[in-house]
């Protein structure tokens, strides 16, 4: 009884942790979109003990989702032990329920620890579970969030108790460490945001009133703790940290231009934080997906409805309300340190919440254009929402409590107590009776997963995982979103597709970029066109043996699925699994060729396959074709090379490119003016950029940004009153154009016709822009003149326009795929048969008529190809032995010269060639095919080597570091506790 008594706090928040089961009837389950759940979970969980995972089109890399071994462990470990995924999840989603409360429960516990807040504890712990910051997370169940979102109230509680209370500090910063090895994040640094502002933000605060109470002498003590803090937190999480790192360092720009560089990451964060209002996070709302999502199930009620919107501000008048009254009582100066960390984590919380929207935008948009690494914030209610969650949460418990304590009637306590925590229910009604799982009205992410599906993954995993790749047909569609995602009629949507959640084999789809995707495409073309020679070709390249056939896609149009049964018969295709709607279909013999294999001839390519496309391989010989870089020298090119093939640049070539790269530049809107006091910021930000220039292209790059700030500055002064910064303004902007101009006409030929087109494209811009001011005409007239004459394009109706570069005078084949050219000719002369063509070294034009029509379809691709002789050679007999994704053994049997080791995976420089030991070898390095990995390899004789992938070492190390933490860790807590008990 006295147990039961003791813990009848814990028990009843269990008691709501069952609501997930509301939820789900039957078979249904949480499957699809961003979930991360699987119908085979084990598979997933071995996937992350590795850097690579095999089963994504040619394979990707797994760093950045170590932290998810802890994350979805529960999940995983539940569906083994209940023998079922459905249950397992359902019991798994009431466990974070749980989690989410109880982590709130025990915050407030570890700083309320008395009976006068038991109602603290419980109206924060039910809000914490019941929240619509929350509720938006459940419709994926993100467990990251959830995690964060969790560990948030028992951080603050322990640095409290470290700094305020003088509690042990390395039994604290190891509590902390394992916190977040608990509730880590999934180990996503932009989820950190809210969880190292909110802390930093506590530790200044406490080690302030820390100051102030004890003096300077307490300052060894405060950086002991943030010593032991955050060391312990690297300790324990350093298995995903370490591997992050080198991740981070080398992809963040890159990340960066994937999303449209800065101002496109802008672009997102503006339309996250169109909503995000002071008032709407006050009331604890403001969540984008209300707004914007015309089904969404409950939102409109939220809006509409004059009982629920006078609710949304109560907990905000509650807080500020009950934040006077706390100024006017004497409440414990440990307590009043506690609630003011509150209150400005709070204020801060509402400043980054808010983004970008007013009235604190401007400075959110400022830190991400210049503060590095800020970007990753992009979406930022998303990353500091909990900042106003947690603090108004507690705030409005605090203060109710103060009100229940004060009834001195225990039954009239107790009713209010019972009414307050029902009313909070019963606002957040939708937990209960909606359907928030719904994303429209085909696709939900509660679903009901058809039998064949999993029966489909008994057949394909029978295969060894490294025997060959498995085809999707028919393609991805592309019409809901503008990006290929995995769609079915029973509700299903997903980027990441669904048979990749079963299989154990590689499943290649119409997702992957640059020359793979290209040659994927390649293969889709083939199989609907009935080109079996191209198939083949392709299909062999890429290892494919067999074709997964999903009937039960839902598609973004009205066109029919396409039939397999023609194809099969044109393909010769054999049906191995045929259920429901899903069908298993081999590929004839040949089988398809090993994952690594040596090669004794090759043709390389000079030139970059993204920018010539891939058209060249898998043509003609069908040898493998090797881009030349870092791992290559003119002698191991000749001692292998049939061929060496040159790739061309074809110059806005697709319709209506041109238009749209003109159109998509305007000027910068600046926001401090000539004449301002800050603008000497201004100029001496220019002086810098222009100082780092250090190549004639950088420095025409820079110009032209300042003649566009200088025109912008023009636009933004007007006015006779400004007559003369509008002068000066004009003059600079004429000094950088010219001198841009200058500098372009002394280029070399290719970067020449690269910035004349550039510079051209930025005239007309700049032009149209300022078609009302004639004092500009005629110096654009005059700029566009001289630049003219070296411009070099396509007119997107007749003519393709193509740069070449050869390095070598000799002659060439000219190689044209996919449009006939009606008039060749290269460089201005009529070219009458491009098989026997001299070039010389350097720079060529190449153009050709076209029909209209064929602009509407990608650019043709035109290469040159100089044959040559080499030494023909047998290639040595190689076997292997696939360890796991990271690692092979290779054995090489009797080479006897140079050979080309093709290692049949996606292309990654951190892949590794090492000797029997794993000892790097010189670094030799290629890509090959537009996609795989190649090392080309002239020693001699027999011997075994390694090929590795190098951040899996880093994941070694840091997992040996969190392990002897961990138990270090575990050891001392038990051991204190003993002693303690004696």
């Known amino acids: 009884m006295k147990l039961l008594k003791r813990y009848k706090e814990i028990l009843i928040l269990l008691f709501f942790s069952f609501t997930p089961l509301l939820w789900f009837k039957g078979n249904t389950m949480l499957l699809g979109h961003d979930s991360g759940f699987r119908l085979i979970p084990w598979n997933l969980l071995k996937n992350y003990f590795y850097s690579r995972s095999p089963t994504i089109n040619f394979g990707m890399d797994w760093s950045v989702y170590k932290a998810f071994l802890v994350t979805q462990f529960p999940e995983t470990i539940l569906s083994s032990v209940t023998g079922s995924v459905v249950w397992g999840q359902h019991i798994a989603l009431v466990l974070w329920f749980f989690i989410i409360g109880f982590a709130m429960w025990l915050g407030i516990y570890l700083v309320f620890p008395d009976n006068k807040y038991r109602f603290l504890r419980l109206w924060s712990s039910l809000f914490a579970m019941y929240n619509f910051y929350i509720l938006q997370g459940w419709f994926i169940a993100e467990r990251a969030k959830f995690s964060l979102f969790a560990a948030l109230p028992i951080a603050v509680a322990l640095l409290y108790r470290s700094i305020i209370l003088k509690k042990n500090i390395v039994t604290h910063s190891l509590v902390f460490g394992i916190l977040y090895f608990l509730l880590n994040g999934g180990g996503s640094p932009p989820l950190y945001g809210a969880t190292f502002v909110g802390l930093a933000c506590t530790f200044i605060i406490f080690s302030i009133s820390g100051i102030s109470e004890s003096g300077r002498g307490v300052l060894k003590r405060l950086c002991l703790i943030a010593l032991g803090f955050s060391f312990c937190f690297f300790i324990l999480n350093a298995y995903w940290i370490m591997p992050q790192i080198g991740l981070y360092l080398g992809t963040y720009s890159q990340a960066v231009g994937d999303y449209g560089g800065i101002e496109g990451l802008i672009a997102w964060e503006r339309m996250i934080s169109k909503n995000a209002s002071v008032i709407n996070l006050l009331r604890l709302q403001g969540i984008p997906d209300w707004y914007d999502n015309i089904y969404h199930p409950f939102a409109h009620q939220f809006f509409t409805n004059n009982l629920l919107i006078i609710a949304s501000f109560l907990p905000a008048i509650l807080v500020f309300v009950g934040g006077i009254f706390l100024l006017c009582k004497r409440i414990a100066v440990r307590e009043s340190r506690y609630i003011l960390s509150l209150y400005i984590i709070l204020f801060i919380g509402l400043v980054l919440a808010a983004g970008s929207h007013p009235p604190f935008g401007a400075v959110y948009i400022w830190a991400m254009r210049h503060v590095p690494g800020f970007a990753i914030f992009r979406s930022s209610f998303y990353k500091f929402a909990p900042l106003v969650w947690v603090p108004m949460i507690i705030l409005s418990g605090f203060i109710l409590n103060e009100v229940v304590y004060r009834i001195k009637n225990r039954f009239a306590k107790g009713f209010v107590a019972v009414c307050l925590l029902t009313a909070l229910l019963c606002y957040h009604y939708p937990f209960f009776i909606s359907n928030f799982f719904q994303l429209s009205k085909k696709f939900t992410t509660r679903v009901t997963v058809p039998s064949y599906v999993t029966a489909s993954a008994n057949v394909m995993n029978k295969a060894d995982p490294y025997s060959g790749n498995i085809l999707l047909y028919p393609p991805l569609d592309r019409g809901f979103i503008n990006k290929p995602i995995d769609t079915y009629k029973w509700g299903f949507y997903s980027l990441d597709i669904l048979p990749r959640s079963i299989s154990t084999i590689p499943i290649i789809a119409n997702d992957a970029t640059g020359p793979g995707g290209e040659l994927i495409n390649r293969v889709y073309e083939s199989l609907e066109s009935r080109d079996t020679y191209a198939f083949f070709n392709v299909a062999t390249i890429l290892r494919i043996r067999s074709i997964l056939v999903r009937r039960d896609i839902q598609t973004s149009s009205s066109q029919p699925i396409p039939d397999i049964a023609p194809i099969a018969a044109s393909f010769g295709l054999t049906k191995i699994f045929d259920q429901g709607e899903w069908q298993l279909w081999t590929l004839p013999s040949p089988s398809v060729p090993p994952l690594i294999q040596a090669v004794s001839a090759v043709n390389f390519f000079r030139g970059d396959l993204s920018v010539s496309g891939s058209d060249i391989i898998g043509q003609g010989d069908a040898l493998p074709v090797v ?71 950088e420095r025409i790059d820079v110009l032209i940004a300042h003649a566009q700030t200088r025109l912008g500055e023009y636009v933004a002064l007007g006015g006779a009153k400004n007559a003369g910064h509008l002068q000066s303004a004009q003059l600079q902007y004429e000094s950088a154009m010219n001198e841009a101009v200058k500098i372009m006409e002394g280029l070399a030929p290719r970067e020449r016709t690269i910035y004349a087109n550039r510079i051209l494209a930025y005239l007309l811009a700049q032009q149209r822009e300022l078609r009302k001011a004639p004092d500009f005409e005629s110096n654009f007239q005059t700029m566009i003149a001289r630049v003219q004459p070296r411009v070099w394009m396509g007119d997107g109706q007749q003519e393709y326009r193509y740069g070449l570069t050869v390095d070598t005078a000799s002659y060439y084949q000219l190689l044209v795929y996919e449009v006939a050219p009606q008039v060749l000719k290269v460089d201005g002369s009529l070219l009458t048969s491009p098989k026997n063509l001299f070039l010389g070294a350097g720079y060529h034009t190449i153009e050709f008529a076209a029909s209209v029509d064929e602009f509407s379809k990608p650019a043709p691709s035109v290469f040159a190809v100089r044959k040559q002789e080499f030494p023909q050679s047998d290639p040595p007999n190689v076997t292997f032995t696939q360890k796991n994704p990271d690692l092979v053994v290779v054995h090489i049997e009797n080479a006897q010269h140079p050979f080309l080791l093709l290692y049949n995976t996606g292309f990654d420089s951190r892949w590794k060639l090492g000797d029997s030991k794993g000892t790097r070898e010189e670094n030799r390095q290629v890509r090959t095919n537009g996609f795989a990995n190649g090392w080309i390899i002239d020693k001699q004789g027999t011997y075994d080597a390694t090929i590795y992938y190098q951040p899996q070492n880093i994941f070694y190390l840091g997992g040996v570091i969190t392990m002897f933490g961990l138990m270090g860790g575990i050891i001392y807590l038990t051991r204190r506790k003993i002693k303690k008990a004696v």
């Open 627 to 697: 881009e030349t870089g870092s791992g290559t020298n003119q002698k191991m090119i000749n001692s292998i090379a049939k061929s060496i093939i040159y790739g061309s640049e074809c110059y806005f070539c697709k319709k209506d490119e041109w238009d749209t790269y003109v159109f998509g530049i305007t000027l910068p809107t600046p926001r401090i003016l000539p004449g301002s006091i800050a603008y000497r910021y201004v100029r001496w930000k220019e002086e810098r950029e222009s100082a780092k220039a250090k190549s004639d292209t």
